[in-house]
C-alpha cells in the first residue's frame, strides 16, 4: 500500500496536535530568558557601604563583594520583584544569623542603585558579558 498526501481527518488531527506540540516547546523556551539585573555589577565610584561587585546568577543566588576581601561579604537569594527590579535577602560571611534585606533597581540597560531601608546605598554599571 502506498502512502499518499490525502487529507484525511487523522492527517488533520496529528497535523494538529504536533504544531500545538511546537507552539508549546516555543512558548516554553521564550519564559527562560534572564532577568535584567542577571549578570556581573561593579560599582564605579566609592559608596558608603563599601560594596565593590554584585555577581547576580541566573539561578536567583547573588553574591556581594567589598572592598576588603576577595571572597563574598553577603550569600543571598534573589526574586523578581517587577521586570526591572529584584528583591534580596543576604547572610553576612561571618555571620549567619542576621538576614539583611536589598532591592536592586536596574535602571536602562546597563545601570543600578542598591536600595536599602528605601535609600540608595550604591551604584552600580553592569559588566558586558
Request: with cysteine; hydrophobic share 35%; proline share 5%.
Given at each position: 500500500?502506498?502512502?499518499?498526501?490525502?487529507?484525511?481527518?487523522?492527517?488533520?488531527?496529528?497535523?494538529?496536535?504536533?504544531?500545538?506540540?511546537?507552539?508549546?516547546?516555543?512558548?516554553?523556551?521564550?519564559?527562560?530568558?534572564?532577568?535584567?539585573?542577571?549578570?556581573?555589577?561593579?560599582?564605579?565610584?566609592?559608596?558608603?557601604?563599601?560594596?565593590?561587585?554584585?555577581?547576580?546568577?541566573?539561578?536567583?543566588?547573588?553574591?556581594?563583594?567589598?572592598?576588603?576581601?576577595?571572597?563574598?561579604?553577603l550569600y543571598c537569594g534573589w526574586s523578581a520583584t517587577s521586570s526591572q527590579n529584584i528583591g534580596i535577602e543576604c547572610l553576612r560571611s561571618e555571620d549567619q544569623?542576621?538576614?539583611?534585606?536589598?532591592?536592586?533597581?536596574?535602571?536602562?540597560?546597563?545601570?543600578?542603585?542598591?536600595?536599602?531601608?528605601?535609600?540608595?546605598?550604591?551604584?552600580?554599571?553592569?559588566?558586558?558579558?
Amino acid at each position: 500500500m502506498l502512502l499518499t498526501s490525502k487529507t484525511t481527518p487523522l492527517n488533520t488531527v496529528l497535523t494538529t496536535i504536533i504544531s500545538l506540540g511546537y507552539m508549546l516547546l516555543l512558548i516554553s523556551l521564550s519564559g527562560c530568558s534572564p532577568h535584567p539585573a542577571s549578570g556581573n555589577w561593579v560599582s564605579p565610584e566609592e559608596n558608603d557601604a563599601h560594596f565593590t561587585k554584585i555577581l547576580v546568577h541566573f539561578e536567583s543566588r547573588l553574591e556581594i563583594f567589598s572592598d576588603t576581601s576577595d571572597t563574598p561579604l553577603l550569600y543571598c537569594g534573589w526574586s523578581a520583584t517587577s521586570s526591572q527590579n529584584i528583591g534580596i535577602e543576604c547572610l553576612r560571611s561571618e555571620d549567619q544569623k542576621v538576614m539583611e534585606i536589598y532591592q536592586l533597581n536596574v535602571e536602562g540597560e546597563d545601570k543600578a542603585e542598591l536600595i536599602q531601608n528605601g535609600r540608595v546605598i550604591a551604584r552600580f554599571v553592569q559588566l558586558p558579558e
